[in-house]
């Protein structure tokens, strides 16, 4: 079974402070994504990864940006977080692109 | 750009009754998946459809892919309570290599 892991659940956090949100895979995908979700709105894409090191912005990238050092994780990174990245943040990972997708339990992000 | 719209938003049905979501696309797709996320969970990969016309039968879902592969479908017969959730559909271009999802379709059973 693919096991895509995220650091944290629950997160709160205090506005224009950077936050760290991690993303891990044990299945050596090529491909892994970031993705805000909100209501109404579906899942938005933030930034994807289609190798180590490399990173394409997704629809949504203003205010965020990522980190792919190792193929296994991926990681999201809010420069200065604001009110409105108030969101549930889910990761996933690919094993091919435009393959199917295997997300992530998903982070919930307050920001106060 | 591409957009994927799906209808309807919300769906509050009987438990037996079906139940079916479209997802309709702007552009040409070169696959379509569907994803089922349960109340407080994360989306989990249903089935990918890739040819014009093609329809796949999971159990009580059956999924279509449209001839000109810029529609699909997700039909649910005689709906459980275990089948609430949100359903997802997701295409990918045929000239991109981004998949975009649909805001999703809220499905409410009542026993």
């Known amino acids: 079974d693919v096991k895509v892991t995220q650091s944290s659940r629950y997160l709160v956090k205090r506005t224009g402070e950077k936050v760290f949100l991690e993303c891990v895979q044990d299945?050596?995908?090529?491909?892994m994504f970031w993705y805000r979700q909100d209501p109404g709105l579906g899942l938005r894409l933030i930034y994807f990864?289609?190798?180590?090191?490399?990173?394409e912005k997704g629809d949504i990238p203003e205010g965020y940006s990522v980190s792919r050092e190792k193929k296994e994780r991926f990681s999201l990174i809010l420069e200065s977080a604001s009110t409105n990245q108030t969101s549930m943040y889910l990761c996933?990972?690919?094993?091919?692109?435009?393959?199917?997708?295997?997300f992530g339990p998903g982070t919930r992000l307050t920001v106060t | 750009g591409q957009q994927v719209m799906q209808i309807p938003q919300y769906q509050h049905v009987q438990e037996g009754e079906d139940f079916t979501t479209y997802c309709n696309s702007s552009?040409?797709?070169?696959?379509i998946q569907w994803y089922k996320q349960r109340p407080g969970g994360h989306p989990v990969f249903l089935i990918q459809?890739?040819?014009?016309?093609e329809v796949k039968k999971q159990k009580r879902l059956t999924f279509q892919f449209g001839e000109a592969k810029k529609n699909s479908s997700l039909h649910i017969t005689a709906t459980q309570t275990t089948d609430v959730g949100t359903y997802f559909c997701?295409?990918?271009?045929?000239?991109?290599?981004?998949?975009?999802f649909g805001a999703g379709t809220r499905l409410f059973v009542k026993a």
């Open positions: 996933a990972s690919s094993p091919r692109s435009g393959g199917e997708q295997y």
């Open positions: 299945m050596d995908h090529e491909n």
């Open positions: 990864s289609y190798d180590v090191k490399m990173k």
């Open positions: 552009t040409t797709l070169s696959n």
């Open positions: 459809l890739v040819k014009s016309g």
């Open positions: 997701a295409g990918r271009d045929t000239g991109g290599f981004k998949t975009i």
